[in-house]
């Protein structure tokens, strides 16, 4: 009886794993949606970051006119990710690593991004 219920667990708990890792497969999130999951992140940081720091004269125009300047800017900052990142696919889950400079003499950044389920998780933040 001990021996059919051990099988019984090996069974269910193989067609668990089995079905946790095709789901996984299967949600692997894209490069592209990387991309714009980048983007959008670095737009936010810079409308709460940069544009929200920005003079408030002339009632407040200057913020006004810094967020729309991120806004139209997603697209060259989606592309600017795309060079700038290297994606390690797992099949499972992919990993992707950002390298950010704009020129010498100013720092650049490190981000790494885990993706899975159709999400991303950044857990690493580094300035270089």
Known sequence: MKLRTWKISVIVSSIAVLGVGSAMAMT????REYQTYAAKRMGDYLKEEVCADAPDAFGGILQKQCNNLVDG???????WIARSTD???YIL????????SLTAGLPSYEFKTIGAFQNFWTYQKKEK
């Open 73 to 79: 800017g997603k697209k060259p900052m989606a592309d």
């Open 87 to 89: 994606r390690q696919n």
């Open 28 to 31: 692997n999130p894209p490069r």
């Open 93 to 100: 889950f992919s990993i992707y690593k950002t390298e950010l």
